[in-house]
Structures are given as C-alpha cells and as structure tokens.
C-alpha cells in the first residue's frame, strides 16, 4: 500500500511540477530538464538522507533553513499585515456594520483555519510539503494582488460609488468598493494561507536528520519568532499606511493592501530559491482513512476491530480520540481570542488615540494595538519558561499540559471581564458628559475621541489575554505533539488548527445573541469559563489512560498492552 501511494504521489508531482513549470515559462522550454535542474520533484528516502547529510551548513544548520525562517517572516507579515486594518477597512470603507464586519472577518479567519486539512492531505497523499507550499502560495499571491486591486478607485469593476472628503481644506474623492471583490479575495487567500499552514514549519524539520533534536529544537524557536517578528512589524506599519491619502483618496487602502502582497512575492522568492538544496521527503500517505475505518468498527461493525485492523492501529486511534476530547472545549478559547481583531479593534476605534511623546504629538491607531499581542508573546515566552512555571512547581500548582489548559483559558476569561468593565466605563463617560451638557445628545458611537478614555487603556486586557495564549495555545501545540501516537502527529496537528475554525464559527453564531458590546464582552467571559469546567471534567476522565498510553509508547511496550479508562486527577 504504501508503495502504491509513492507511485501514485510520484506522477502527481511529476504533473504539479509541469504546472507550476508551464505557468512560468515560454512555451520553448523543455519542462523536464528545469524541472530536473530546478528541483522540483521529490526525493526518494535514500536521496533525502544524502541531502541531510550532504547539504552546506550554516552555524550548523543546514542552508535551507535561513531560507524557510525567512519565507515564514514574510508570509506572516503579508498575513497580519492584511488581517489588522480588515475590520477597519470592512466598517469605514465599505460601509458594513460592526456586527457584519465582525461575522466576515471570522468567517475569513475560520476559513484560514479550517484549509490546513486540505494542505496537509494534499501533501502527505499526493505532491508532497514543497510542491504543496509553492503551488498554493501562488494562490495565495493572487488573493494578495486581487485585495489590494479592488481597492484602487479608478477601476470602476471594483467600486460602488463615490463620496467627496474635504478634510484640512483639501478635497478628496473617496470610493466605496464593491462587497464583492475583497471577499472573493479573501477566500484564496484563506485556501493558500491555511494550506500551506502545516506544512512549512514540518518541511523545516525535514531537513534535519532524526539525531539533530537539538538543533531541531531551536529550528522551532527561530521559526515561532519569525511568526511573531513579522506579525509585530505588519501590525505597526499597514495601520499607517492606510491613513496616508493616495490616488485622490483621504485613504490609502491600495499601498496598505499591496506592501503584504509584495512581501508574499518576497516569500515565494526565498521559499524558491533554495529548491535545489532541500530535502523532499515523499509522500508517505495520511492516516485519515485508517482512522475513519477503524472508528467505524469500534461503533458500528460486526467484528472485533483488533481483528480486522490490528492492535497498533486500534490502540492508536482510542488514543487520537482521547487527544482530541481534549481539544473538545478549545473552540470557545480561540472565539475569544480571535476577536482581538474584530470587537477589540472596533472597541479601540471609539477611544481617544492621541499621545505626546518626546515633544511630539502622535496617534495610536486602533488596529496598531494587536501589535502588543506579538510584543508581549516575545517578552513573555522567556518568564514563563523560567520563572512562572518553576513557581508554579514550588508553591504545589500542576504544570501538566491539561492543567495549563484550564488556567489559561480561565485567565482568557478575565481579560474579557477586564474589556467589558472598559466598555462600561467608556458609556459611563458619554452620559456623564450628557449630563454636564444639557444641549448634548451623544451616544458611544458620534461622542468625541479627544475626550473618551485613552486608548493604551487596553493594555491590561491584552497583556492578560496573552498570558492565556501562552498558557493555552502554546501548550495546546505540546500536548498535541506529546500524546499523539506517532504516526498521527500531523493529523492532530491539523486537527488542532480546526479548533480556532470552529472557534470563528462559534463567534458568528452567539455574536447574533445581543448587539451590546457590554453584554457580549461578559457573556464570552462566562462561555469560556464554562468551557474551563468541561475541560477539566474531560481531562479528569481521560489524563490517566493519555499518560499510561504516552509512558508505554515512551518505552517501547505499546504493543499488546491493554490500557484501561480511569480516572485520574488533572
């Protein structure tokens, strides 16, 4: 079988190869000598070992690895870069509510999350990690492009209609964009972010030969910093570039949208030129199918699903399920989380952004406050890992994966009852103002920036909220690592991605609950609190048979060994 699938995988990659190699070339080029000078097919095992073994080295990481860090930068740049001024562009050009812009950003943001699946099949089944990563970040590239050219007013295909500005004594000509056109944008984008999203950070891994832990281990490190790295800088620069006026527009959308596209051509570039030098590990096949056979027959067959598939391949799979009741209750920390980006920016628009600095006047703008996230992960990391969690172990707390699970998404929790407790203050400000100023009728929404509350005003908040994530997601990424049996890693990898696409799901539905940020803020707080109770109920059933089946697995003795369910505390 598994020979079948690498023959099967082999032609298929052989005809992506074609593709990518037609689509770029004149029609005089012989495709096969560029695809065989250009490295474009995978590798047979014994190949990837030579490669691994072979390849220049740099500090003692192969070269391929300063290419993949920087392709990773890129990338996350052009996606931040984007994603931060989405809702502000949703609301403030295209017209759309607060309760629309935050239903479509989070279907986008569900989409990026649900598409790692059909990455990684396409990867493991089919063409392999590095076909699968240029071909769909070609797609990704034309949402990039389409985004920022339906912002350009002078194409009349994209624009709705056309309001005049004057601000300052100049006179602006500002254009509405069709609805249309973004969103059909942002759904390739989606298809080529999240597909591509499981299948970088492993190709990475793949350079090294299984001995290189070491080195392996701080390859991740690099790499989650150059995640950060690149959505810290987007984050603080598309905001300022869609306030500058351009193209006889108060805004520029086009330049805000287009720098992100030209760091996705910059990513493609540096993923590409090191083709030749990478180890491409063939497809080995998914384990899906073999999943979905035997959970059929451990519930709906006639026979002993031992029997039929094997102890290994029943034994794996009661322990993917076991993994994933854990992430059962995780779609409502992710519904929190993403709406840093929707309701916390659309909170953040109503404040007063103004700040002397050095002598100087500036203005924070609301979508520059999720640049805090990346600043404090960064800052963070490092105390956790020395001095919170070695408390935590002094004063008695837990600091299994589980139990950290819990704690971050009950501390999740409380920066959203820190966000409702400033929307409430927010509103006590306009009525107090109302109430000096008998003539005055504001609401939250017309009453005057200069005289809200400050902006920076939600940095406890965020900072909160961080220490969930890194509590949460962070550990979320262990535990899926650790406890999953080892020929289903990245199926729990992907699978654990489709937690924040259920997460933005969930947002959409019980957004519709109220139209009151107060009431919203406060009812996400008690949803995820909620959602910290199950988990621990989960984790209290299943924490004894997950750690039997890891210890087992650890030394060797999984085979024939009979794990039974048992309570065990969190």
């Given at each position: 079988?598994?020979?079948?699938?690498?023959?099967?995988?082999?032609?298929?990659?052989?005809?992506?190869?074609?593709?990518?190699?037609?689509?770029?070339?004149?029609?005089?080029?012989?495709?096969?000598?560029?695809?065989?000078?250009?490295?474009?097919?995978?590798?047979?095992?014994?190949?990837?070992?030579?490669?691994?073994?072979?390849?220049?080295?740099?500090?003692?990481?192969?070269?391929?690895?300063?290419?993949?860090?920087?392709?990773?930068?890129?990338?996350?740049?052009?996606?931040?870069?984007?994603?931060?001024?989405?809702?502000?562009?949703?609301?403030?050009?295209?017209?759309?509510?607060?309760?629309?812009?935050?239903?479509?950003?989070?279907?986008?943001?569900?989409?990026?999350?649900a598409t790692p699946i059909i990455g990684?099949?396409?990867?493991?089944?089919?063409?392999?990690?590095?076909?699968?990563?240029?071909?769909?970040?070609?797609?990704?590239?034309?949402?990039?492009?389409?985004?920022?050219?339906?912002?350009?007013?002078?194409?009349?295909?994209?624009?709705?209609?056309?309001?005049?500005?004057?601000?300052?004594?100049?006179?602006?000509?500002?254009?509405?964009?069709?609805?249309?056109?973004?969103?059909?944008?942002?759904?390739?984008?989606?298809?080529?972010?999240?597909?591509?999203?499981?299948?970088?950070?492993?190709?990475?891994?793949?350079?090294?030969?299984?001995?290189?832990?070491?080195?392996?281990?701080?390859?991740?490190?690099?790499?989650?910093?150059?995640?950060?790295?690149?959505?810290?800088?987007?984050?603080?620069?598309?905001?300022?570039?869609?306030?500058?006026?351009?193209?006889?527009?108060?805004?520029?959308?086009?330049?805000?949208?287009?720098?992100?596209?030209?760091?996705?051509?910059?990513?493609?570039?540096?993923?590409?030129?090191?083709?030749?030098?990478?180890?491409?590990?063939?497809?080995?096949?998914?384990?899906?199918?073999?999943?979905?056979?035997?959970?059929?027959?451990?519930?709906?067959?006639?026979?002993?699903?031992?029997?039929?598939?094997?102890?290994?391949?029943?034994?794996?799979?009661?322990?993917?399920?076991?993994?994933?009741?854990?992430?059962?209750?995780?779609?409502?920390?992710?519904?929190?989380?993403?709406?840093?980006?929707?309701?916390?920016?659309?909170?953040?628009?109503?404040?007063?952004?103004?700040?002397?600095?050095?002598?100087?006047?500036?203005?924070?703008?609301?979508?520059?406050?999720?640049?805090?996230?990346?600043?404090?992960?960064?800052?963070?990391?490092?105390?956790?890992?020395?001095?919170?969690?070695?408390?935590?172990?002094?004063?008695?707390?837990?600091?299994?994966?589980?139990?950290?699970?819990?704690?971050?998404?009950?501390?999740?929790?409380?920066?959203?009852?820190?966000?409702?407790?400033?929307?409430?203050?927010?509103?006590?400000?306009?009525?107090?103002?109302?109430?000096?100023?008998?003539?005055?009728?504001?609401?939250?929404?017309?009453?005057?920036?200069?005289?809200?509350?400050?902006?920076?005003?939600?940095?406890?908040?965020?900072?909160?909220?961080?220490?969930?994530?890194?509590?949460?997601?962070?550990?979320?990424?262990?535990?899926?690592?650790?406890?999953?049996?080892?020929?289903?890693?990245?199926?729990?990898?992907?699978?654990?991605?489709?937690?924040?696409?259920?997460?933005?799901?969930?947002?959409?539905?019980?957004?519709?609950?109220?139209?009151?940020?107060?009431?919203?803020?406060?009812?996400?707080?008690?949803?995820?609190?909620?959602?910290?109770?199950?988990?621990?109920?989960?984790?209290?059933?299943?924490?004894?048979?997950?750690?039997?089946?890891?210890?087992?697995?650890?030394?060797?003795?999984?085979?024939?060994?009979?794990?039974?369910?048992k309570d065990s505390a969190v």
């Amino acid at each position: 079988a598994v020979v079948s699938t690498q023959s099967t995988g082999t032609q298929l990659n052989t005809r992506a190869a074609h593709f990518v190699v037609s689509s770029l070339a004149p029609p005089s080029v012989n495709f096969e000598s560029v695809i065989a000078t250009m490295g474009f097919t995978n590798d047979s095992i014994e190949e990837v070992e030579q490669k691994r073994s072979t390849v220049h080295r740099v500090l003692g990481y192969p070269i391929t690895i300063p290419f993949i860090i920087s392709n990773e930068f890129c990338e996350r740049f052009s996606y931040y870069g984007m994603r931060t001024i989405l809702t502000i562009y949703f609301v403030e050009k295209i017209g759309m509510t607060d309760a629309e812009a935050t239903d479509w950003f989070h279907e986008y943001a569900m989409l990026c999350y649900a598409t790692p699946i059909i990455g990684a099949l396409i990867a493991d089944i089919f063409i392999g990690k590095f076909l699968t990563i240029l071909i769909l970040s070609m797609v990704y590239l034309f949402g990039n492009f389409l985004m920022s050219i339906s912002s350009v007013g002078s194409i009349g295909m994209f624009q709705e209609a056309v309001e005049t500005e004057v601000v300052k004594s100049e006179t602006f000509m500002n254009y509405i964009p069709k609805v249309w056109g973004p969103i059909v944008a942002l759904h390739f984008i989606a298809l080529g972010t999240g597909g591509i999203k499981p299948c970088v950070s492993s190709f990475g891994g793949d350079q090294f030969h299984a001995s290189e832990t070491d080195r392996m281990q701080r390859y991740f490190s690099m790499f989650y910093f150059s995640v950060n790295a690149g959505s810290m800088v987007a984050t603080l620069l598309t905001p300022e570039l869609r306030q500058m006026s351009c193209m006889g527009e108060s805004t520029c959308y086009p330049a805000a949208f287009g720098v992100p596209a030209a760091f996705m051509i910059l990513a493609i570039m540096a993923f590409f030129f090191a083709s030749k030098w990478y180890a491409k590990v063939p497809p080995q096949g998914n384990p899906v199918v073999d999943v979905a056979k035997v959970t059929f027959s451990m519930f709906f067959g006639d026979k002993d699903p031992i029997e039929l598939h094997g102890e290994k391949k029943y034994k794996e799979t009661r322990q993917l399920w076991r993994v994933l009741a854990v992430f059962i209750p995780l779609p409502f920390f992710w519904a929190l989380f993403d709406q840093q980006s929707s309701r916390w920016v659309l909170q953040a628009r109503l404040m007063n952004g103004n700040l002397t600095m050095f002598g100087g006047q500036f203005e924070v703008k609301p979508d520059q406050m999720q640049a805090l996230n990346p600043i404090f992960i960064l800052a963070l990391i490092p105390v956790f890992e020395s001095v919170v969690y070695p408390l935590m172990k002094k004063v008695g707390l837990p600091t299994s994966p589980t139990f950290r699970i819990i704690l971050g998404m009950t501390i999740t929790a409380c920066s959203f009852v820190i966000c409702g407790f400033l929307q409430i203050a927010m509103e006590g400000k306009v009525s107090s103002w109302n109430d000096a100023h008998p003539g005055d009728n504001f609401t939250i929404d017309n009453f005057p920036k200069n005289e809200q509350i400050h902006i920076l005003t939600q940095i406890p908040m965020i900072f909160v909220i961080t220490c969930g994530e890194i509590l949460t997601s962070i550990t979320v990424l262990e535990f899926a690592y650790s406890y999953a049996p080892p020929s289903m890693k990245s199926v729990c990898q992907s699978l654990s991605l489709l937690t924040t696409a259920v997460g933005n799901l969930v947002v959409i539905i019980f957004s519709k609950v109220t139209d009151k940020p107060t009431y919203l803020f406060f009812m996400w707080a008690a949803i995820v609190l909620l959602a910290a109770v199950l988990q621990g109920f989960i984790c209290k059933k299943i924490q004894g048979p997950l750690d039997e089946y890891r210890l087992k697995e650890l030394e060797g003795k999984n085979d024939g060994v009979e794990l039974k369910e048992k309570d065990s505390a969190v």
